[in-house]
């Protein structure tokens, strides 16, 4: 991969003094080394020497869009430049022309300046504030301006004036562009410094300040957006910072080594924390840029008493992640020995060697642990995944966090969560409610729930189990029924009976085995009488409190009668007829126990 530096300040003598320089380097990185190599620019006139000045690539990277700087501590600049990729080529911008230092540009470009804002935004450069001004005035601008690649127009923006005052001018800022807005982070200018962000709406010409702060005081920092998933991410390093405070004046600031970063989605700001000790001295105005293929920063340069030509990185991985993402998991759970199909949504997938990770707990890992299992995804497309989950009964009903990797890659940055249930059993399932009662109207719906049960007999709280449902006439005639999940353990079984008859009911489950079980008490019985209102179908109609009451009369009855034929006490047992009654008795129970407890 390689990069481009222009200009800045040449660390050597010339007339005994430190000169900015238009000089061009080439960098490019490999995996050991990184070779430097200066280039030679063609072109029939060459920009002057610079340093703060504007270098942003265009979106096809095959030019370079440079504007203004110092060419010295009392010459600053506004002249526009591009500068070709592929042949290092200098051409002005449409119209452009020299002028005398510190003059008015001829194609209507901001005043001279360095220290400018300037990002890259819907093919258009836009330029926020500074520090210069025409001849020798010494001015922080707090004027905006952008520069359309294809027409090479530059156009000034005019503030709406509301009743909140503009902000003050500034330099030594960065400015980022998102959802039709610009942003504008730290700076100074020569009453006070800055550490919040202001936005410019580019729709309605209206500035605002909502109060995003970052610590402290910074500014002359390096700053960089970077693509990420699901939300960009925007990085400062170093630059000058302090503690202040509003309504202080303007103070001198400590060089800094610190980095942070903004999150774009949510607009909070986070520090870095490197994990080697080893960094860069403190320092302002280094150059920054981004490697892809490694997800990491480059510094370059900077000066802290004295400028600096070194090159450090730091890796960003772990924040930016890789360029696939997980964004959704259907369905969010499953049973705990596993086996249940998911898909998988989220960005950038590829068919190569994909890995689902479950992660026991609610915390994301960076690395697979003794935590983490580990399953093989399947491609459908480039924001689709299908897998089975794997068994994860080592470490019980627990949450999960789902991440993945492509090709070998990092795990996701995004997650979503998984929940394990214990396994639903058919023998601790039953079905209840009017539609497996005696005595129901014909030509009416009605129902019963399943309720399934897990292996401690507790009520399950989620649905997608595989239950079935099979209603017969005692003529073996099917009866069509409706059976819907309500996603809480529940499953409403509906249907209609035309005709006076005795039905049956079969209610299944899938087990995590692949066998069909019958569920506790199944099958059910049901019967349809005609006269009966179509009321009782209700299922909170008059006809559930009735069938309650009697089944409890029912239940009293017979457990009375059972205990008494089972009471061995002032029994003969040496009688056989007796000890017989006795055993027929505790059979009765045993028997009937699902039947009479349902």
Request: charged share 20%; proline share 6%.
């Amino acid at each position: 991969m390689g990069y481009l530096m222009l200009g800045g300040i040449e660390d050597g003598v010339k007339d005994h003094k430190i000169m900015p320089t238009n000089d061009i380097y080439s960098m490019k990185l490999y995996p050991k080394e990184t070779r430097w190599e200066k280039e030679t620019s063609n072109g029939e006139e060459k920009p002057p020497a610079r340093a703060q000045h504007i270098a942003i690539a265009t979106p096809r990277n095959d030019r370079l869009f440079v504007f203004g700087g110092h060419a010295s501590p009392t010459v600053r600049l506004n002249d526009t430049w591009w500068l070709k990729v592929s042949d290092l080529t200098w051409t002005r911008a449409l119209g452009d022309k020299a002028c005398q230092n510190n003059e008015e540009s001829p194609i209507n470009a901001p005043g001279p300046r360095a220290n400018a804002g300037c990002t890259l935004y819907n093919g258009k450069f836009y330029v926020y504030g500074g520090h210069g001004g025409l001849n020798y005035a010494r001015v922080s601008f707090s004027d905006i301006f952008s520069f359309d690649i294809e027409t090479e127009v530059w156009t000034k923006y005019e503030p709406v004036v509301s009743q909140a005052p503009l902000p003050p001018g500034r330099g030594g800022h960065s400015l980022f562009a998102y959802d039709d807005k610009l942003y504008s982070y730290g700076g100074w200018n020569s009453e006070t410094q800055f550490n919040n962000i202001i936005i410019f709406d580019l729709n309605t010409n209206e500035w605002s300040d909502p109060d995003i702060y970052n610590d402290v005081s910074r500014w002359n920092h390096s700053a960089i957006m970077v693509e990420a998933i699901p939300s960009f991410k925007y990085f400062i390093f170093g630059g000058e910072s302090t503690n202040f405070n509003e309504g202080q004046t303007r103070t001198f600031g400590q060089y800094v080594n610190t980095a942070c970063f903004l999150d774009i989605a949510s607009m909070r700001w986070s520090p870095i924390m490197p994990e080697s000790a080893e960094c860069p001295s403190p320092r302002e105005y280094a150059a920054i840029s981004y490697d892809t293929n490694s997800s990491r920063l480059l510094i370059c340069g900077g000066w802290n008493n004295g400028w600096l030509a070194d090159l450090w990185t730091l890796n960003v991985s772990k924040i930016v992640g890789p360029s696939y993402a997980i964004t959704e998991i259907n369905p969010p759970l499953g049973q705990l020995s596993g086996g249940v199909p998911i898909t998988i949504k989220g960005c950038g997938f590829k068919d190569q060697n994909i890995k689902i990770f479950f992660t026991c707990g609610k915390t994301p890992t960076d690395v697979a642990g003794k935590f983490t299992l580990e399953t093989p995804g399947v491609f459908v497309s480039e924001t689709e995944i299908t897998a089975v989950t794997p068994n994860y009964e080592s470490f019980g009903p627990k949450d999960a966090v789902v991440q993945l990797s492509v090709s070998g890659g990092d795990l996701t940055t995004t997650w979503v969560p998984f929940s394990y249930f214990m396994n639903t059993r058919a023998l601790k399932s039953l079905a209840f409610g009017l539609g497996v009662l005696k005595e129901q109207a014909v030509g009416e719906p009605i129902e019963f729930v399943i309720q399934a049960r897990n292996d401690n007999g507790e009520n399950r709280k989620s649905g997608r189990d595989g239950f079935f449902v099979s209603i017969k006439t005692t003529d073996k005639k099917e009866i069509p029924c409706e059976v819907t999940d309500m996603e809480n353990g529940q499953y409403f079984v509906k249907y209609v009976v035309e005709q006076e008859c005795d039905v049956i009911i079969d209610v299944t489950f899938l087990d995590d085995k692949g066998k069909i079980v019958p569920v506790r008490g199944s099958p059910y019985s049901a019967t349809f009488v005609a006269g009966i209102k179509p009321e009782m179908n209700n299922m909170f109609g008059p006809c559930l409190p009735k069938c309650t009451s009697k089944s409890i009369d029912q239940v009293s009855s017979w457990m009375k009668e059972t205990s008494n034929a089972a009471n061995i006490k002032e029994k003969n047992l040496e009688d056989i007829k007796v000890l017989i009654s006795v055993v027929d008795a505790v059979k009765q129970v045993n028997d009937q126990n699902d039947s009479m407890m349902l």
